[in-house]
């Protein structure tokens, strides 16, 4: 995607410094910082404290850390327990993310295939290379596939805008390129169709006002940033015609794990009959479960993150605290939206119902005999 004119990405790996770097999201929109990752701690520490975030990019992100892991200094060569042992700390990072152990173990796989120290190197970059055009163009096909509902929509209001509500961040920024739930809205956009873009803020850490609306004015769309607890009222007064989130693991029954507060958005897409979707490439889904309350574990994070908000003053990014002193906070990451409230799923192969049925019958290699 283009920022001011450059293309750009999250994450990339610079053949001349032959590091990995990627954008520290922490800071934008207001600072557009790079970052260097050297060490495994440096993954992650980027992962953990989300300068990289996204179901996509975290994926990506853990595939290049087991390149970084092997040329590291004191890197234990091509010894397989040392290997294991920084691959395992890799995936402790995020433990909702389906992606990380998706992208680490694909490299590891890859690696551990080889037994010269040189060739594993070169193994473990181009496979996780590999991991990051793959994904980049799973998000150009969820773009392509989800452009019908949108045309769709835009047809049946006569080339009126369609406005589409979104939560969180499932954009380029969470991915590669193009995004998972703003693909079908860039391709949309791009294609003429008149579109409006309802920004949730997202809180705690404002995902959705920071880096959605971003990127999107960036690109041009229309958007308009709202509080989380708006979404519901504008669905009521007919001002919405469509839902599209991502997500950072699905079960194979359809049941999403994605930011907090998407369940209520479905909730509420329900009671007021539109259409709801998830926008994921494959690697998302966890093709072993089938119940996602009991089964997907729902990370909690630092409670400083409902305490303070950061923000833009005289030029300065600070911390305010909101919260008074002593008070306590609880901070779960993620909630689960049963399937039954998932009008469907937009995925590299196409649109399908959200029932385990319907989605083998798109991924047929992973049904289980």
Request: with cysteine; charged share 25%; glycine share 8%.
């Amino acid at each position: 995607m283009k920022v001011d004119g450059k293309e750009m990405r999250p994450i990339w790996f610079d053949t001349v410094s032959e590091t990995v770097k990627i954008i520290d999201q922490r800071f934008l929109p207001h600072q557009l910082i790079i970052e260097d990752l050297k060490t495994v701690d440096d993954v992650i520490r980027a992962i953990k404290e989300m300068y990289v975030r996204g179901a996509p990019l975290i994926g990506a992100t853990g595939a290049l850390g087991v390149y970084v892991i092997l040329v590291q200094k004191n890197n234990g060569g091509a010894d397989n327990e040392y290997l294991d042992a920084q691959c395992r700390r890799l995936k402790d990072a995020r433990p909702t993310a389906m992606n990380l152990f998706w992208g680490v173990d694909r490299v590891r796989n890859a690696t551990l295939k080889e037994t010269e120290y040189d060739v594993r190197v070169k193994m473990a970059l181009a496979e996780a290379l590999k991991v990051i055009e793959e994904e980049a163009e799973n998000c150009r096909q969820i773009g392509r596939h989800g452009l019908a509902l949108i045309k769709d929509i835009s047809q049946r209001k006569n080339g009126k805008p369609v406005n589409i509500l979104t939560h969180c961040n499932a954009g380029w920024l969470a991915c590669i390129e193009y995004g998972t739930a703003t693909a079908p809205i860039y391709t949309a956009f791009d294609h003429g169709i008149a579109v409006h873009v309802w920004v949730d803020e997202t809180r705690p850490l404002n995902q959705g006002a920071r880096l959605t609306a971003w990127e999107l004015g960036k690109h041009g769309v229309p958007h308009t940033v709202i509080t989380d607890n708006a979404g519901g009222h504008l669905m009521q007064h007919g001002m919405v015609d469509l839902v599209i989130v991502g997500t950072d693991r699905t079960t194979r029954a359809g049941d999403v794990a994605n930011k907090i507060g998407t369940y209520l958005k479905a909730l509420a897409a329900k009671d007021n009959n539109i259409p709801f979707y998830v926008a994921l490439p494959s690697s998302t889904f966890d093709w072993r479960i089938t119940d996602g309350l009991k089964d997907i574990p729902i990370e909690e994070r630092n409670p400083d993150e409902i305490h303070f908000v950061q923000g833009l003053c005289r030029g300065k990014i600070q911390n305010v605290r909101v919260s008074p002193k002593d008070t306590p906070a609880a901070n779960p990451a993620f909630d689960v939206t049963p399937a039954s409230l998932v009008t469907g799923f937009i995925t590299e192969r196409g649109v399908c119902n959200a029932t385990e049925s319907d989605i083998m019958d798109l991924f047929p290699e992973k049904r289980i005999e």
